[in-house]
């Protein structure tokens, strides 16, 4: 399936000249680059494809923004599962992903392959799901998950937890943070010291000391909280060159920027889409940022009200960039 749409290469066009007009105020330029999905969530960005990757979740498939021919396609589908996250491994061709509950090994592009299934987390929980991941820079594993979200009604907290998955001892994965409610937004400081995350209900980002030779974290304190100013929950983050976070707030209909070191707020930029699920860097310069967002829970006036809901968005003139991702080793 491609989408290759002419309004995506206007839209494209206008945010370039509106880029142009915008670099001398050093203003943020958002951009729909692509179609909406239903919840988007998982960017991530593959130099090797040249492709942000994302997922789709309840409709568990991996999608690909081709970021120079700018379409759309779909790497891999599951329908009938839940789906994220997606984490790089060491070969182009296959991605980690959260299946329901399960890590698995992905083929990208090709249809005919099927997951397979490493290992099974919180038996117990049948109707937990996968969340969040991301590889440390010893390609260990860090992936949480999510209690149950009924159809209708509250989402059931504390039932989560987050993992930590190595090689040697892929049945047998450590559990990081217990009695967690939405496992989020993790990511590592660049000197590779500190571990940050987000467990959304909380409204907070967390940081741990980060001891990367053992892969342990100890020493809970928090960064910043979203809760004073009812900004929104916090959802998927990155880190930026200059050792600064990036958050997407879930039903907050944008991303921050925040110091780590002081909890400085440093930047608010809105997105037209109330449900912001994450945020990675991307483009061959890392200095786009990615942004996906959801439409699953919007009502069917609201979605008339924000067309662009479920799609990708990218953030350009933001004056930093990102860095590299690590690759999963397992
Ligand atoms: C994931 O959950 C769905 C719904 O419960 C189920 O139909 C599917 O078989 C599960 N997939 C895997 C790989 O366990
Ligand atoms: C794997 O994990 C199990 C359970 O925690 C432990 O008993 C075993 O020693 C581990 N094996 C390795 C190779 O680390
Ligand atoms: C889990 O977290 C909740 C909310 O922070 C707290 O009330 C509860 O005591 C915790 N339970 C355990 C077993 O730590």
Known sequence: MRFCLNWIRLTFTFCWVQGIMSYSFKQPCVTQVSEPVNMGESPVWDPRLGKLLFVDI????????????????????????????IILTKNQHIVLAGINRSLAKVVLYQTTAEPEILHTVQNNKPKNRFNDGKADSKGRVW?????????????????????KFTKDNITNPNIMIDNVSVSNGLTWSLDGTEFFYIDTPCEEIVKYDYYAETGNIANRKVVFSTNEQHMGYPDGMTIDEDGNLWIALYGGGSVIQVNPS??????????????????????????????????????SAERIGQPG??????????????VPNFEADI
């Open 58 to 85: 309840h409709d568990g498939r991996i999608m690909g923004y081709d970021f120079d021919t700018q379409t759309l396609d779909v790497a891999a589908a599951f329908p009938g599962n839940d789906l994220t996250p």
């Open 309 to 322: 809901a479920g799609s990708l968005y990218a953030i350009t003139n933001l004056g930093t960039r990102g």
């Open 262 to 299: 002081s909890g400085e707020l440093l930047k608010r930029i809105p997105i037209p889409a109330q449900y912001t699920t994450s945020v990675a860097f991307g483009g061959p310069d890392l200095d786009v940022l990615f942004v996906t967002t959801s439409k699953r829970s919007l009502t």
């Open 143 to 163: 992936i949480g998950t999510i209690g149950h979200e009924p159809a209708n009604g509250p989402l059931e907290l504390n039932a989560a937890a987050l993992f």
